[in-house]
């Protein structure tokens, strides 16, 4: 099983931008080096129906990888909340996924986060990945 950490200050700004989202589903970047991931960006939600779905603005991302880059960072997967589910992957996200990224799913309710997964693509389906802080 592969290892995922996420600094302190990156997971509680994850936390918070799921929530945020909150009843649609939120979307961004994982940025750090090695697996570290050291900061959390949102990006805009650009699918048509952003209750059940996300898609990232390919413009959007480029330039948020541009921006990663100049500040010594890189792309280590993207985060999307799951509004009233559980944090595992669906068929979309399966169906979306590139492989050598790490996928976090925050599960959000009205109440706050429910819940926090990360999940790696191997051989065309998710593992889970273990969060360490």
Known sequence: MSELTIAA????RLLELAQAAYPEEGCGLLLGVGARVEQVWALANAAADR???YRLDPIEYMRA???ADAAGLRVLGIWHSHPDAEPVPSAQDLADAWPGWSYVIVGTSAAGVTGLRSWRLRDGEFLEEVISP
């Open 9 to 12: 200050a990156a997971r509680a």
């Open 51 to 53: 209750r059940r779905h």
């Open 65 to 67: 990888e541009q921006r």
